[in-house]
Structure formats: C-alpha cells, structure tokens
C-alpha cells in the first residue's frame, strides 16, 4: 500500500523556518519524484515544489524560490522541503504527493499526481 506521510508543520512567527518531511512507503521510492502542495483556506491547492526521481532536477512556484529547499534521502524514502524566511501568507495546509509514473517532469499540476499524504499544517504569525 503506498502511504505518504507528511511531519514537521507547526506556528511560527514571519521570518521563521520549518523543515518538513515527506516519509514514503509501499513503492520504489527511488523511481518517483516527488512534490509539495499547499492549499489554503478558500483557495485551490496550489504546487509548491518537486523533485524528480532521476537527476534531483527541481521546480519551484515562483512565489517560494530562494526561501525554499527542497531535497530527497533515498536511504531514507523521505522529502524534505525547508522553508525559510517564513511569510503569513505560506500559511496553508501542506501536502506531499508523488508524481504518477507516465509523467516524466515534476510540474506543480496537481493532476498529474497519484497519491497524497494527509497534509501538516503551517501557520504564519505576522
């Protein structure tokens, strides 16, 4: 059974930093990139970031670039997204999902993702 298990969210006040973590199981975690998504309350989920299975290519939403990180432990089957420079506005739930195999680049299209994690939620205090 693939499972998705996302940790680390938690309150901090802007210009703080969380790092989340991403723990895969139930698949060959190696093979798959994986992205973060978040969504907010009223709003669409939206693509935050990924990471691809292959080179370690990367993509990120433009309104996150040089705040967040993301990286893959393949020993460990596990994401990571650090995100620094925390604003109110990255106040979301925030979920990882792995992209569905017959897509070969990560994107922020949550439709080419086929499984998601429960989600953590951040809260940004200003």
């Known amino acids: 059974e693939v499972q998705l298990v996302e940790s680390g969210g938690g309150l901090v006040q802007a210009g703080g930093s969380l790092r989340l973590s991403c723990a895969a199981s139930?698949?060959?975690?190696?093979?798959?990139?994986i992205g973060w998504f978040r969504q907010a309350p009223g709003k669409e989920r939206e693509g935050v970031s990924c990471i691809s299975s292959s080179d370690g290519s990367t993509y990120y939403v433009d309104s996150v670039k040089g705040r967040f990180t993301i990286s893959r432990d393949n020993a460990k089957n596990t994401v990571y997204l650090q995100m620094n420079s925390l604003k109110p506005e990255d106040t979301a739930v925030y979920y990882c999902a792995r992209l569905a195999p017959r897509y070969l680049h990560c994107s922020g299209a949550v439709e080419e993702y086929d499984y998601w994690g429960q989600g953590t939620q951040v809260t940004v205090s200003s």
């Open positions: 139930g698949f060959t975690f190696d093979d798959y990139a």
